[in-house]
Every structure is written in C-alpha cells, then in structure tokens.
C-alpha cells in the first residue's frame, strides 16, 4: 500500500518486471562478494535504528554503502547538452570523453529518504531492495554542471526529496537532456555498450527535461 502511494507520487514510469518478485531489485544487481557485502552493511545500519548511532552517522554509513555499491548507479542513457558538446569536443582533439556520473536524486537526500521511511515503519528491507535501483538514477552531466548541482543543493534553496523527484535541481541549473549516442561499428551496427534503464527508470519529470 505504502509503495502504491510512493508511485503515485513521484509518477514513475511504467515499470519493467525483472525478477520472479517484482520489479527492479538491487539484489539482483549484487552480483559480487563485494556488492553483498556493501548491501548487508546498509542493511544493518538501517536496522540498527538511531539508538546506535546518531542520525549523521547513520546518513554517512548509509550514504557510503549506497555509494561505493554502485559508483555509476543505475545510468538512464541520458546526458546533459553540456557534457555531450564536451564529449564531442574532446573527441575531435582524439582525447578521451571526460564526464561526471551524477546520482540525480542525490546521494544525502537519499540516506535521509532511507532512514525515514524505514524508521517509520514505511518500508522493510525488501521494499528498500526494489526502491534502491529507481532512487540510485545517474545522468551524465560535465564536471561545472555537477559541482553546480552540488553546490544549488548545499545552498539556501534547501531541496528535499520530492524537489530532487521533481528535478526542480535540473530545472534551476538551466540542464537539458539528451539521449546519449550510440558508439557505432565500422559498419555503421551499434557497439554493444553500457547497460541502461531508461525503459524502467525515466520518470515524467526527467523526460520533460529531454530536448529532442
């Protein structure tokens, strides 16, 4: 019930059964030792509960069994205007592409997000396991817009969960969104490349940011 009202709130798209259980799980995706042991210890800081640990630091555990789960998150194949006129132009110099994976939703605002609904008795670990995928979504943007997004969420606007859902970040650092190219073969085929979500992942609020 909890999940149904999340949904409905933060209009996800239409989502995209991947296990026998449901939909998008970060279990799935914990296919090293190093990946489980990352997601058990997220685990058992968000069942320690705050008589263990203060709440910041609980967000700093949290936010950094998340993190190094994941560096890339869960990419969307979607890259700012920005970061794509850099990528083009580094490759007509032959350098490589240089880019910055951004956790759109943010890495803070998301251990907080965690750490309230499961406090609350909103989500158990399992509906922390499915919501882990749609709330770790990166984008590509240029090295400028990330430390500008870090920097508009460290300042007076004060963006909560919801804004980030919103992308009223994106909206206010003036980012617009393109599909990432695909790398072609000499024979004109894709090349088999990175795996993307965007199927299951794009919200509504992210595909009105995409200039076609």
Not at 38 to 63: A, C, D, M, T, Y
Not at 110 to 117: A, D, G, T
Not at 132 to 150: A, D
Not at 186 to 205: F, I, M, Q, V, W
Request: proline share 4%.
């Amino acid at each position: 019930m909890v999940r149904k009202k999340l949904l409905v709130r933060i209009q996800p798209p239409k989502k995209v059964i991947i296990s026998k259980i449901g939909y998008m799980n970060i279990k799935d995706f914990a296919t090293t030792q190093r990946k489980k042991d990352w997601l058990n210890s997220l685990k058992v800081f968000l069942e320690q509960g705050p008589n263990q640990h203060s709440h910041k630091q609980r967000k700093g555990f949290i936010g950094s069994c998340v993190y190094r789960f994941s560096h890339q998150g869960f990419p969307i194949k979607l890259m700012s205007e920005e970061a794509l006129k850099r990528r083009q132009d580094r490759e007509s110099k032959g350098l490589r592409p240089m880019w910055t994976s951004d956790h759109v939703y943010s890495i803070n605002r998301i251990s907080e997000h965690l750490i309230k609904q499961f406090d609350g008795g909103n989500w158990n670990w399992d509906d922390v396991c499915k919501e882990l995928p749609f709330l770790l979504t990166t984008i590509e943007v240029s090295p400028k817009e990330n430390n500008r997004l870090g920097v508009s969420q460290r300042g007076a606007q004060k963006y909560d969960i919801q804004d980030l859902f919103n992308m009223q970040h994106y909206k206010d650092c003036g980012i617009k969104l393109v599909e990432i190219p695909d790398k072609l073969k000499k024979d004109g085929t894709p090349r088999r490349g990175a795996s993307y979500y965007d199927n299951e992942l794009r919200t509504t609020s992210i595909k009105n940011l995409i200039v076609f």
